[in-house]
Structure formats: structure tokens, C-alpha cells
């Protein structure tokens, strides 16, 4: 069948197979090149969860095709059939076990619900796979959080809990982009009830990262030198209204809870757990949050103009190469660069003071009429059209692909 994007309010419903598959061999590409395999202490058995786009794709990435680490990853995706394309991450993962399996590289590949104690029994067994594949201790070593979900199910109770985005106190207006029109929107939200910010913490929170740090403990799969990585966002103040102060950002600080509770926990027998404050990204968790299409436009033109933009896997190849497995922090964990807060930030370029200032100038200065020579709005259709294989070089969109595989 022949595969073009549908669009709606900044969610694409579909996906091109080998415009997906081409995206992961470039990411591939760039970890094999600007990671050193022997890099200082670097990972030999890697847990991701979230694993199949986005920052959890970049760190299997790294950490398969960088370091040549076996890798179990954990996603939740929609399988193809004859008729209908499956969802990008389905794509991504056929991709990275194919290529894992021509260099020789351990993989297992898992679909299901991280939250449930099922898929964790079921990754521990993964771990074991992997590790026999790879002829290692089934010790993991490194296992990242990565998931962006807006549901969750209690494995205990089997209630249902759901996240929103809104503020907190009082409602929150803004701009926001239609990106596939460049149309300037306003965006708003009303306060989040009690029962909505419990929820939301619930989902996006930190409980599920302890549970699973406390099975892989349990099982006795966690290797002596383990780090344990969640990812954060924190951002810039225009907007905290609807991210940091709002209910994501009440959830993110419970993760930030479960961090220093895994550590005082667990902390004795791994080396420890962190939280990264990572760069803001087009991915597909992060469009459908009001301001950011708006301000991420805007951002992307000022790191692109001073030679500083990254993607996610530029973001998590630094992450690697210069904070979790430099020759200082690979010995001793403790000598890993964070700020006064304990946390990793690799969103220390996109906070630099003359970004920001610059970013914010454009911001307020926007109209619909300069809209696309101020901000990279181009830019950020293409990431999000990408982040689907859509828009991808190379790619002859006109030609019949099989949705079924890659
Ligand atoms: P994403 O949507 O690209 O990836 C989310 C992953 O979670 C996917 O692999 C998906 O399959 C998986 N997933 C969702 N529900 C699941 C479930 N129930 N079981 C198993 N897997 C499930 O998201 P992303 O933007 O890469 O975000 C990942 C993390 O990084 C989040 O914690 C997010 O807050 C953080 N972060 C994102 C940005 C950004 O701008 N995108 C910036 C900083 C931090």
C-alpha cells in the first residue's frame, strides 16, 4: 500500500515502514560512531523501559550499538497487519533487532504493559536470555526508565489511573502551533481537581520505577556496579504554568521522591539511581503538551543558529559519554556531574542563559506573519513527521511498502 501521514491536531495516526527503519539506522550510525565500545566502565547488560522511541530508543541505541551491550527493551506498541500500518515504535523495534542480530549484538525485545507484574517477571526472564546470548552474568548493569504513558494500571488493585496535563491553581492560557497549518492557537487549560494531580502522579510519578527496582532486586538480576537513569523535564519559566507547576510537573517530583528512595533502598548493593533533565524534544509524548510545539519552534532556531541543537540520541550519547561513563564517573559513581538537586542535566545547553533569553525575545515578538523566518516551525514538522518515517531523505513516498514489515 502506498502510506502518506494523517494528521489531526498535532497527532500523526499513522506510520511508513522504512522511513521508520531508516530513522533508527541513522541513529545506529551516530552512536557507532561518537561512542567509543570500550567506553570507561561502560554498560554490558541494559534494561530499557519505554524502549521503542524517544529517549528510550536513543538509549538502547547507544548502549547496544555504542557500547555493544545486550539489551533487553520493554515497549507497548501496535503490531501491523496486511492492511494497516503499526505504530512507529513497532517499526523501530523490528529495526534494532534485525540490525542487533547482524552485528552479533544480544537482543530481546518485549511488548506489553510495564506496569504490570506480568511484564516484569517477563523482562527478568529477558535479562536472563539476553545474558546467556552475550555469554555474561544475567546482572544488569544499567537499566533506564523511559516511559511516557497516559494511563496506568495498579498491579495491585487493578484500578485504572489516567494523566492530564493542567496547571495547578488556576487555569492556564497560551499559545500553542498547529504545525501541519503553522497556525498560531491559543491553548488553555483549566485547573487540575485533587483526584486528577493524584492520578497523574500515579501514572507519571515514581511508584512504578521503585517497583520495578525492588523485582529486578528480588530476582537478583542487578549487578553490583547497576545504575538506574528515569528522565525529567523541567524547563523554561513561560512554561511552568502547564509543566512544572502543573500536574506532569507535580509527577516528575515524585520521581524525583522515588530517586533518593531507591537509593536509600537499594543504594547499598548498586552503584545508584538518577534522574536526567533532559533537553525538550519533538517526540510523540511531548507535541500534545499546550506552549510546547510554540516555544520548542522557537528554541530550535536559536540552538540551530549557535551550533548547539541536538536530537535525542546526540542527547543521550552525551549523556553516556560525558556523564555516566567518563573516566571520573564510571569509578565511582559519585563523581557523576549534577547539579545542587542530585540530578544529571543534559538540558544545560537549552538553559543557558542567552538560549533562553533569545528564546523568550522570539517568543514574545512572534506574529502569524514572521512565524516562519523567527522560529523553526519547519523544523519541527519535519522531527514530528519523522518520529513516523514520514519526511525522511531517501524515502520515495509515491512507491507501495508493506505495512507488515520493514
Ligand atoms: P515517547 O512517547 O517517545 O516514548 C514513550 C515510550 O514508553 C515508548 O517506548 C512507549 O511504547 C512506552 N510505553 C508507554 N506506555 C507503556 C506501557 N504501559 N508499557 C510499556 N511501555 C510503554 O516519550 P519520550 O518523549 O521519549 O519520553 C520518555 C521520557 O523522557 C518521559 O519520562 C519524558 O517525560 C522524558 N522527557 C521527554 C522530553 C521531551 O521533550 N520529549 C524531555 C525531557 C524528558
Redesign the pocket.
Known sequence: MIIKPMVRSNICLNSHPTGCATVVMRQIEYARKNLAASGEGSPKLVLV?????????ASRIAASFGYGAATVG????KAASQTKPGTP?YYNNLTFDREAAKQGLASVTLN????SNDMKAQAIEALRKAAEQAGIPAKADLIIY????PVRTDPQSGIMYKSVIKPIGKSFSGNTVDMMNGNIIPAGAEPATDEEIAQTIKVMGGEDWELWMDALAKADVLSPQARTV????LGPESSWAIYKNGTIGRAKEDLERACRDINKKHGNKIAGAWVSV????V????VVIPVIPFYVSCLFKVMKEKGIHEGCIEQIVRLFRERLYTAGASGDPRKTLVDGEGRIRIDDWEMREDVQKETAARMAGVTPETLESLTDLAGFKHDFLEAHGFDVEGIDYGAEVDPAGI
Open positions: 523501559l519505554g524502549c521503542s522511541t524517544g529517549y528510550g530508543l520493554l515497549s507497548f506498541e515504535g506489553g504493559d510495564a506496569y523511559s516511559l511516557a504513558s528515569a528522565y525529567t523535564y533532559n533537553k525538550a524534544l517526540t510523540r509524548a511531548s
